[in-house]
């Protein structure tokens, strides 16, 4: 499956660079770039692309803004993973809570890259789980009661997948932890996905963290 990339960036040598480095594979090419968040729903509207890599701070509008423009403005929207110089930086936690599906940090090596826009695309496994509990723990308020997710009426299975899930299991590693078939785990994971209105696991991982349902201590 080929798998088609937007760059955003307001740096030109960073976008040449990634461009480089996703062009380089067989599988993975740039369809479109652009230099702020306030150009980004007009290239992805015309490229229609897989994965869009996604600057979080641009001088006019931001990765944040930019992620919930597409969010909101594309059905089906494309999977936003945000760059960012700094890993506690408050506007990734606020970006992944806008929708984005992970991120990278700039001085990412290039395999990693790679690696990180396929498992974004594929969308069955969790990037960097400990990072965004770590995210969730900077930014979520200390509970002494958890709170759970009793409204969202999950069953007993879907919150077995969600906590198997906030610990970064693939499907496939959901289903050998639970002795069930890959399939029937899809269909939990959709299922929860749907009731909590998460766009996609990271989305109901963060909820998880937020309610208090998965500690994050």
């Keep these: 499956m080929e798998i088609s990339v937007v760059v955003v960036d307001d740096e030109p040598l960073i976008r040449s660079g ?4 996703i062009n380089a594979e067989p599988d993975l090419t740039v369809v479109g770039e652009a230099g702020d968040g306030a150009e980004v729903l007009g290239v992805v509207r015309r490229t229609r692309p897989d994965v869009v ?9 931001d990765g944040i803004q930019a992620t919930r423009l597409l969010l909101d403005g594309l059905d089906p929207a494309p999977r ?13 936690y606020d970006a992944l809570r806008a929708g984005a599906s992970g991120f990278l940090l700039k001085r990412t090596p290039p395999d990693d890259i790679i690696a990180a826009i396929r498992t974004v695309a594929g969308s ?28 969202f009426q999950l069953t007993d299975r879907e919150q077995e997948v969600l906590r198997l899930m906030a610990r970064g299991l693939s499907n496939a590693e959901i289903a ?28 109901a ?13």
């Design 176 to 203: 050998t932890e639970l002795i069930l078939g890959v399939q029937t785990i899809k269909t939990h994971v959709a299922n929860l996905l749907a009731k909590l209105g998460a766009r996609d696991r990271t989305q």
């Design 205 to 217: 991982v963060i909820q998880a963290y937020e309610s208090g349902f998965v500690p994050l201590r």
């Design 18 to 21: 990634l461009r480089a480095i």
């Design 53 to 61: 890599l996604m600057d979080v701070r641009m001088p006019a509008v």
């Design 124 to 151: 069955e496994s969790l990037l960097f789980p400990e990072a965004i509990r770590a995210l969730a723990l900077a930014h979520v308020a200390d509970q002494d009661q958890p709170t759970g997710l009793h409204e």
């Design 80 to 92: 936003v993973l945000v760059v960012t110089t700094f890993e506690n930086d408050d506007y990734v």
